[in-house]
Every structure is written in C-alpha cells, then in structure tokens.
C-alpha cells in the first residue's frame, strides 16, 4: 500500500510551465514553514496566510489560488468558515478545498465537508499522501477548466454565425430587444443598419460557393473594421446584415452606414486568388428614442429604407422615414426638454 503511494506519487513531479498557485493557511508556524517548502518542492507556488481573515483576504484577489489548503482551528477565522464563504461567493473557477484537522471526530468532519471542503487531511500526516491529494484535487481543477471551456464554447456555437463569426440572426435580434430596452430607459437614441451585398447570387453563380463564401467572410470583417466596439453587427441571412447601433441618432447612423458602404466599394474583396467588386447597399432606421415595442418596426423601416437603396441603383444608404408611436415622440420630448 505504502509503496503504490509513493509510486502514484512520482506523476506529481513539477509539470512545465507556471507553478500552480496554492494557498497554505495554517496558525501553527512549524507547520506553516513545512507546508510552504513541500509546496515549493512539488512545484506550487505557494501563498502563506497565518490566520483565517488573511486566508480569506487571499481568495478575494483577482488572481485568487484555485487550490487552498486551509487548517480547521485558526485565530480570526476558523478554516471552515473561510471554506463556507468560498462557496457562498460561487466563484467560477471552482476553488478546491482541502481542510488541515487535529480532530477525529467523525461530527466535526461532516462539519467541515457540509461546509464545502473536497477533502480533508488529519495531523500529522505524511507527506506523501498530502500529495498524491493535491494531485487529484488538480484532477478535479482541470476537468472544470476543461467544462467550462466546453461551456464557453458552446455558448460561442449558440450565438455566434459559423462561417462569419458575426452573431447569428437569433443572437442580433436579442441585442436590437436589448438595446432597445435600453434606449426606453435612458432616453437615448438608437439605430439599426440592414446591410445587404448588391448582386450576391452573381457572385456565387459566377464563381461557385467557395468565392461566395470568402466575400461573406471578408464582409463580415470589414464591417467590424468599420464599426464601433459597441455596435453589434450580426448575420440575419444570407448576404445580409444588421448592425445594432446604440446612442446612435439618424444624422451618425447615417454616417456611420457611409462609413460601411465605403469599406465595402473602397477595396475589391479577394475571393480566393480572385479580385471582386463588391459593393453593398444598406437601409438604416433610427428612433431619438425607442418605445418598448419599436423592434418589429425598426426592422419594417430599415429593410424598407434598403430596398428603396437597392432602387436607387445600389451601393447606397437609404435613410428610413421614421413612424414612431406616440409613445416614442412622447418619450423624445421628455429627453429633449430633460437635456435643457
Ligand atoms: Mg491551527
């Protein structure tokens, strides 16, 4: 038994790269320096807490351990405490906890594991087994990373447009309802900007898929070149776009449309190997500020404003005749007589 111990333990040599940062909180100064160097040797970067408020002050900082190491009986702070506030604050990462006890009692132990530890140890133990227990605590630590990873993933997956990387049509919609909530509450202005390529279908009919493909790509990127960190720009289909403009009244929606329209028609797109003109047309609605239920109509006058653009003989910006509900022009008066 001792020696598939010792053996198990040999996979916790110092691994490359950063040391895993772990908290030692422990009152007892001999045990606190014995901690410290045998976290050091097995590669931890070891961080020293002697009581339990200096314990907890250290898992509130922003590069906090995710491992702790935390005794039971401290002055200030019992170590089951500290546990139980880790928990409480439910910080992603998952914090591992590994309760140090002089008890035995079976009582106290449920205690401590109630409160939120992962493991406890009792003293004096042996070194070894320290280890191999902080190795599985890093087991632990690493499948969550790997969770959360594939979470965040996911969520890209679920809101983003694959071949663009622009938000997808559901996730832009979600954005306008947002944006419009907001524009309601703050009395700000807002725009929409419905961006459509001119002569799509020619461009995949004439050079296949893949051509066609590369301008929605090089489209996508020129319109996050050409807007603000704060905008939103998204796929709605197909070879057309929204952007989602907060703050934005007509007069800068418009320009900022301009902005876009020139990005596009500026520069040909290179389609693999293959230089295309591509311009686009595009159709922008704006309110000075939002009633709760413009997004259906914002939508209506932006895609009307760009057909009138496509009529117009396309590569050009449309301005939508606004028809704001009276909740909207009562809402823009308050915030016009608010600013004087
Ligand atoms: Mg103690």
Not at 96 to 113: H, I, W
Not at 133 to 142: F, K, N, Q, Y
Not at 233 to 241: A, L
Not at 268 to 280: K, M, N, Q, R, S
Request: net charge negative; charged share 30%; glycine share 6%.
């Amino acid at each position: 038994m001792e020696s598939s111990v010792a053996a198990r333990a040999e996979d916790t040599a110092n691994e490359p790269g950063r040391a895993m940062p772990a908290l030692v909180a422990e009152d007892n100064p001999v045990f606190r320096s014995m901690l410290r160097s045998m976290l050091t040797r097995w590669g931890y970067e070891a961080r020293i807490a002697s009581n339990g408020l200096e314990a907890w002050e250290a898992m509130q900082t922003a590069d906090a351990p995710r491992l702790a190491i935390l005794d039971w009986m401290m002055p200030s702070m019992d170590g089951v405490e500290v546990c139980r506030r880790i928990r409480a604050a439910a910080r992603e990462p998952y914090v591992y906890v590994l309760l140090l006890t002089a008890r035995t009692e079976s009582q106290d132990l449920v205690e401590g594991m109630e409160a939120g530890a992962d493991d406890y140890l009792t003293k004096p133990f042996n070194a070894q087994e320290l280890r191999v227990r902080l190795r599985a605590g890093r087991r632990i630590l690493d499948l969550q990373q790997q969770l959360m990873e594939t979470r965040e993933a996911l969520r890209v997956q679920a809101t983003h447009d694959t071949l663009t990387g622009l938000l997808n049509r559901g996730r832009v919609l979600e954005v306008l309802l947002a944006e419009i909530a907001r524009s309601h509450r703050e009395l700000r202005p807002m725009a929409l900007l419905m961006v459509d390529l001119d002569r799509f279908k020619h461009i995949n009919d004439t050079y296949g898929h893949m051509a066609g493909d590369a301008v929605l790509q090089e489209a996508a990127r020129r319109l996050r070149a050409a807007t603000r960190q704060y905008d939103a720009p998204g796929r709605y289909g197909g070879e057309e776009f929204l952007v989602v403009l907060p703050g934005c009244a007509a007069r800068e929606a418009r320009a900022q449309a301009e902005r876009i329209r020139e990005a596009f028609a500026g520069e040909p797109f290179d389609a693999g190997g293959t230089l295309l003109a591509v311009t686009c047309s595009i159709g922008v609605s704006s309110r000075d500020v939002c009633a709760s239920e413009d997004a259906e109509a914002l939508v209506r006058e932006a895609d009307a404003a760009l057909y009138a653009a496509k009529n117009q003989g396309r590569n050009s910006v449309e301005i939508a005749s606004p028809e704001p509900s009276e909740e909207s022009l009562a809402l823009t008066k308050l915030a016009r007589f608010s600013e004087t």
